[in-house]
């Protein structure tokens, strides 16, 4: 009897983890579990709601030829296991929205386990559950979680997670062996189909190898040793590039730049520049992120047009903090963790931040959901260090009172971020509440008032859809989404005159925006103005250009030519193009003129 007694009163480490593990399961619920009421919101909407490809299993095969954006949409991205869990969740849920928010908690759950799981590996015990239970608060997290299409960061997340776990807990107890090297490929493989970002697990491996092991063998003979796993895996990636080029059409580069950088046309220096000023945001993101947000864009983001102070702070912190991980690592103990934590931060940002290949957006949220596991490693490292510290000091009294102050502290983070969290996902729930709140929490980014605006036109508020499309351009007026939208939302209402000057800003920006269907949609407005020869100049560019309807565009030249008098024997039966042809679908195909206003913004957010 006493056996059990002691037994019960002091679990054994694996009962202790597991009951752990539960209390994480719990914050996961409590900071993330309100967003399975929200339904379909902004990216949803497009790649779930309006996408048949993934509304049924039958013949699901083909998801894998398929591009992860419909090509209406222009068929950005390659993410084929993404597709079929969202398949999957369709025709198990009814196409319930329900279904797609509560797969991606479940997986937020999973995905705190496995960091919890791979941190002890590498902290103590008390430690490494400070690491996972602030990564299931982290407010930061809400935009992957809360919004469905952010599932693909979780998928790639738990596996990548689980295949460092794998290697570190292999090594710390021996060499590699041929099946963790299988289970660590097919990891590789399933998280590079869900989402590209998944490529730096080498590297990730690499870091985990140099920072944070120790063996008697020199570095050179453990990298040598570990050339078969990152050979493998090389060929994964090589045959993903290959599949991804094939679906593509022959493209292997990332996704379209954010048109800013487009329509500024800025060089390669100009965008690094740019992002450096972006460093101190991601910074506040990762420790402070009390101020959240959708739009991260000018002017409340700066663009660089050369060097300038506003990239010092952040030119300041980066060296620092890869400084930081260099000086770190050459110490024993848990500092090395923090040096891997580091590491790790600045690999999984990589891909995203515009330093190696442009980048669909300059800051967004769900980026940063794998990369914040490196920054809590680094403030995980740094409670044994802090205990240590407390344990030293002479009086019981004082010792005590600082262990009291230390956990309640915690304890106010994690309340304080499962209550960041909640509220946030709220916002999640619908369009109307999402845009709204966006202009709320970044008033001086231009793209969240465009996006209000849009909701505006789309949902028939147009005056209010004008003042928030007019205030955008005010803020910024150099992203051609921005002006084209709007006159084409003036053509549709008649209001030729003030559709003009937007579209000539427009092709001001970018000459070939839209290509032929923008300048036919000039040339019309042009015409019903009765401004016959600039209307005949825009027709027959957008002849040269492509993409336009030959027929209205000759019937708009023979409309043309009759009125200056140019062609007499064509003037006969010429007549000016009807009224319906002014409300041209300018967007996207044959889809309603009104939807396509949002849904043509979705290149910036991949």
Known sequence: MNRIVRALAIPTPRTRWWLLAAVLLVLVAISSGVGIRNGFTYDDVYVIRQNG??????????LFARSYWPRTYGGDGYRPITMLAFAIEWVVGGGSPAIFHATNVILYGAVTLAVFWLASALLPLS?????????????????????????????????????????????????????????????????????????????LLIAAEVLILRDERPLGKRLVALRPLLLCMTLIAVLYLAAR??????????????????ALDLSYWNRVLTMLGVVPEWVRLL??????????????????????????????LLVGIIGLGVVLWKRPGVARVASFGIAW?????????????????????????????????????????????????????????????????????LVAGSWRSAGRSAVWHDNERLFAQAVVDAPQSYRAHYMLGAWMFETGRKKEGEHHYRRAIALFPYDPFM????AVQYQMSGMY???????????????????????????????????????????????QY?????????????????????????????????????????????????????????VTRN
């Open 483 to 486: 002006s084209y939208n709007l």
């Open 497 to 543: 005159a003030a559709a003009v000057p937007l579209y000539r800003w427009t092709f001001d920006i970018a000459p070939r925006f839209r290509e032929g269907e923008g300048r036919e949609n000039l040339a019309l407005c042009l015409t019903y103005l009765n401004e016959v020869a600039p209307a005949r100049e825009q027709a027959f560019l957008a002849m």
């Open 345 to 413: 931060l600045c690999i999984t940002l990589l891909p995203a931040s515009n330093f190696v290949v442009p980048a669909g957006i300059i800051v967004a949220e769900r980026t940063l959901f794998l990369p914040s596991l490196g920054a809590l490693l680094v403030l995980g490292a740094t409670v044994p260090w802090l205990f240590d510290r407390i344990s030293r000091l002479r009086s019981n009294d004082v010792r005590g009172a600082m262990r009291i102050t230390a956990v309640a502290a915690l304890a106010s983070i």
């Open 546 to 602: 492509g993409g336009a309807r030959l027929k209205d565009l000759r019937r708009i030249v023979q409309f043309s030519d009759s009125v200056l008098g140019k062609k007499p024997n064509a003037a006969i039966g010429a007549k000016r193009p009807s009224h319906s042809d002014a409300v041209r679908p300018s967007l996207h195909g044959n889809l309603p003129a009104d939807s396509q206003i949002t849904g043509v913004l979705r």
């Open 245 to 262: 080029s094939a679906v593509k059409g022959g493209e292997i580069a990332g996704f379209q730049p954010f048109i800013v950088f487009q």
């Open 287 to 316: 420790l402070w992120p009390a101020r959240l947000s959708t739009e991260y864009a000018p002017p409340y983001v700066d663009i660089a047009q050369g060097p300038s102070l506003v990239q010092l702070p952040g030119l300041l």
């Open 127 to 203: 430690a490494a559950w400070v690491v996972a239970a602030l990564f299931a608060v982290q407010p930061v997290h809400v935009e992957a979680v809360a919004s469905t299409v952010g599932q693909s960061e979780l998928w790639v997340a738990l596996l990548l997670i689980v295949a460092i776990g794998a290697y570190v807990r292999r090594r710390l107890t021996g060499n590699l062996t041929l099946r963790s090297g299988v289970a660590i490929c097919a990891c590789y493989t399933v998280a590079l189909f869900a989402k590209e970002h998944a490529i730096v697990l080498p590297a």
């Open 53 to 62: 490809i993934v509304h049924s299993l039958h013949e699901w095969w083909r």
